[in-house]
Every structure is written in C-alpha cells, then in structure tokens.
C-alpha cells in the first residue's frame, strides 16, 4: 500500500526529471488521517492544474450529525469548508508560498451547492486543483514533496476538522442558509415574487464588485402598505417588503437606486452569505432577468405574441436567426425563460429594447398597429399573468405607460421607498385614451383582460397559449467537428466544439463554476438528444439525476469531477438556446 514515505521517496526522485515523470503520482497515498487520492495529472507544466482529493472518515471530521443531517445542512457545510479551506490557503503563504498552486475554488457572496467539498455518510472529501512545481519543464519534485507531504495535511486539519474552525461560524453558517431555505419555499405560498427586509444593505461597492457597500449605504426600509411579516425555523422573526405577484413597477429619478433594488432582487435567487448585506433579499428560484441581447442566436422560438406580420415574412411562430435584433432577442429572452418554467421576470428599461417595451401615443397614431410588427410589451405584461400566471417587477424610470396595466408602482428617492400605486392610478386614468363609442351587448367584446387584477374570462382565447414543444435535431447537438468535451471559459463564455456560447448576457450566472457545469451539461444534454424528446423534458430529466446522484454526475469523470457549483434550470436552457449550432424540428 502506498503511504507518505512512499509519496516523498517517489516525488524525491522526480527530482530535476521532464515534467510528465509526475504521472507516476497516479494512485492513492495514506497521510495519517487524511487519504490522498491523485486522479488527473497534467504532462505539461503550462496546461491546467493536476486534479486530486483529500478524504478523512466522518468520524475523525468530528462534525456534529445534526449539521448535516438535511440536504440543506450539507450544502451549507460544504460551502464553509470550502471557504474554511481557501482561507488556509491564504494563511499559509508566508509560510509556505508553495501553498498558491493549490485551489479549492473561489466562492463568492453566494452560497451555492458545490462539488468542491463532498460529505457523504461515510466520509468528508475535498476537491483540490494542484500546480505541480517545476522550472520549466522540469518536475521540480523535492518542492512537491513538501507541498503534497507536508503543507497539504497542515491546511486540512486547520481547515476541514471540526475542532480547528470556528464552530460558532459554522453553526451560523448552517442556520441562516436552512433559515433562507425556507423563507425562499414560503414565497410561493404566500404569493409574493420576493422578500427584502428592513435593514438590508442593497448597494454594492462599485460596478465591478460583489461586495456590500462599505460607507454610507442607506438601510432599506418596507413602505408599510407592503410590509410582512415571516417566522423562520430559527424561532427568528423577519419584516419587511414582499413583492406581490402581478405586475410591479419600480420607479424614481436617475441614480436613486432603482436598478441596485432590481438587481438585488435578481441576485436573491441564490441564498448570500453573512453580512453581505443582502442576506435576506429572497427571491423565488425561478424568477428570470429578461434583457435585449443584439445578435445572439434563436432556434424555432414561438415570439408571435410580441412579433407578427414581419415585411419579409419571417414566421415568428418559429423564429429562427443567426442575428437577432434588440426587440427580437428580448422576445425571444422572454419566451424561453417562460418555456423554462419561470414564475416571474426581472425587467430594466435601462437593458431593454425601447420599441419592444412600449409605443406612445404619437407613434400610435403615426404608424397604426396594422403597420407595426411589434405589439409592445406594455401590451402583453398582464395577459402574460392572467393567462401563464408569470409575474413582472420592471424598472421603469422614463417612461409611465405601465402605470395603467401596474398592480403596485413603487417610487424611490434618495434610496427610500413609496408605494405611490394609487397616484400612479390616477395620473394613468387622467392620460388615458377617450372612451371607445357605446357598443351593443351582441357586439361587446371579452372583458378586458388587461386591467389589473382581471382574470381571462373562460371564453377568451389565449394570447400566450401554450406553445409547441421545441425537439432538437439529434445531430445538431452533436457537430462533426466537435471532439473535446465543452468547457467554461470563465464565467461568461462556453467552448462548445468550435463554437463559442455566448453567456454575457446571462445575468444571474454568479460563478465560473457555474459555468463549468452548464458546459457539462450541454455534453450531457447531446446524450439524451433523441430526435423526440423536447429540450423542456430534456433538462428536468438531467436535473432530476443531479438531484439523486449529485451534482458530480454531471462530469464523465471518475474521482475529482472538477470545480463545478450547481446552475439553475433556467441558466442550463440560456446556454443550450444560445448554442449557434442548435436547430429544431419543424
């Protein structure tokens, strides 16, 4: 059996020899109470990081059963761990400056489900990317013997036994990501699209930066006419703004944080770490930021309710293009996170395609709608509500036109909130087009579905009626020219053959990680493609063997899966729709 000794011998006398000598690590080694096992070593010291893991029994771990007795408690464990880990790391530097060529990901505000600490029933196990040293392309393997022999073991116990973390930390950590769990199921039931408390900090230190704003950040604080109330399994009590179902507006001058509320509120799908500030902004899981996307790609996507009667006869029951245009692509954004399955979309004016949004008066009057091939968004956002029940919070910061169709608008200045929803009633009511002339009972239309709170009467036909499955071709998951599987390449890009899969406009992916994972998933997805089955099906039936098997099912490796955190349904489908290579049959 391999051991320690056996380790420093090997790499000791790897010493000064070509760097693809390192293969012989391939195996197992017994550190005392940790087991290293070396899965993926790289030959070229310029090519990614040699993959291996650290294993201790759950016994030695010595975490309490109650920390991870729920799936819950696991993710939130895993992710401290991991947190725990990388913070060693850092520690270590000075000390042991070899220490940088480990990595155990980089986790941000976002506590997400990872693979880089695994805890099963039996063991605990963390996923490390190791640079082996060199010069040049010389295995430098004295230096490596001190790093896999010496300094790993001394980063694993500062960092995945219970008595050396802070058990306080961590027992908080569990507690309020159980807590966040939670509230973010009750949502639903309650019929609230979100949840921000009073005392959030919203703000962020600047465009680049995840991180809360340091100074001078104006606490929220709920307008009373929205204000609720949650009890969490804690025996903690929460207050503050519940964002209705329906259509809500939020409106205000520039720079009066309009779009730092919606941008919290689209980040609230993923649960964030302690004094983030946005803790406890949550938001039901599968609410979706829609914007324009110019030029991105579109597969038989059904946009006719927005888009019909193109001059060029395009049929937009099927819109298909290489090139789409902002109004299009927002349609089709809009469409597919619907066919995904979203409860809620997350709108800004400042990222929309204005033509798509609204159409004033003038421009009515100008260019009837029999001319006009786009019927606006302002027209569709409650029919969209009544009918498929898929809510809309929109920023709204030039424009009043949703004044009229709004179920609650919500005005800020200076960071602080209104509800000026009856004032925006009114000034909507004033601005409104003349009575239409009196028509007889016979010649009546369906009640208006339009209207706030309306319901589609039984008889109307349906404007966002269910539209028709979409089944890949077979073949175009599955292109000649691709031979490698797909990779991340950061947070905002997919190699996928020889295409790239655009992603930047995806906004609600947090983590490279993440990334990684959807790309496995798209080899996955090519797998199951069968000519039949439709890509909604085709997702859930993936997700459901993540669910069962863990979010490592996902890689074809055996061992170390990679660094990959657990995307949303909805991302998987962004990046499979934006696949330039995806077609669907007729």
Known sequence: MNDQQTLQRTLTSLDGRGYASYKQLTGSYDLGVFRLFVDKVQVDPFAPPSLMRLRLSRAEAGFPAELLADREGRIATGDFLTR????????????SPESDAISIGTPGQQVLE?????????????RLAVGLPAAGRKALGRKAARLLTETLPQIAEAALLHGSVDQDALQNHVTLYRDQ??????LAARRLVSFVADGAVLPRRSGDSDRPLAEAAVQFRSPESLRVSFELPSGRSLTGMGVPEGVS???GGGYHGKSTLLRAIERGVYPHISGDGREWVITRDDAVSIRAEDGRAAAGVDISPFISGLPSG????SFSSTNASGSTSQATNLVEAVEAGASALLIDEDTSATNFMIR???MRELIPAQREPITPFVDRVRPLFTERGVSTVLVAGGSGAFFEVADQVIALQDYTLRDVTEEAHRIAARHAAPAAPEVTAADAPAADATAPGA?????????????????????????????KPARGRGRDAIQYGREDVDLAAVAQLVDAAQTEAIAKALDRLAERADGVSDIASMVESLLREVDASGLESLSPHRGHPGHLAR????????????????????
Do not use: C, M
Request: aromatic share 4%; no cysteine.
């Open 84 to 95: 725990a880990f990388a913070a060693a790391l850092r520690g270590s530097h000075k000390s």
């Open 114 to 126: 990872r693979t880089s600490v695994l805890i099963t029933e039996e063991f605990i196990e963390a």
């Open 181 to 186: 769990a939670a509230l973010q199921a009750e």
């Open 249 to 251: 507006v939020i409106v």
């Open 314 to 317: 395009t049929d937009t029951r």
């Open 360 to 362: 004033d008066e003038r």
């Open 455 to 483: 319901a589609t009467p039984a008889t109307a036909p349906g404007i966002f009626a269910t539209a028709a499955a979409r089944v890949p071709q077979q073949d175009s998951l599955r292109p000649a020219k691709k031979t």
């Open 567 to 586: 995307p949303r349904a909805h991302e998987i489908h962004a990046a499979l729709n934006r696949y330039r290579g995806l077609k669907v049959r007729d």
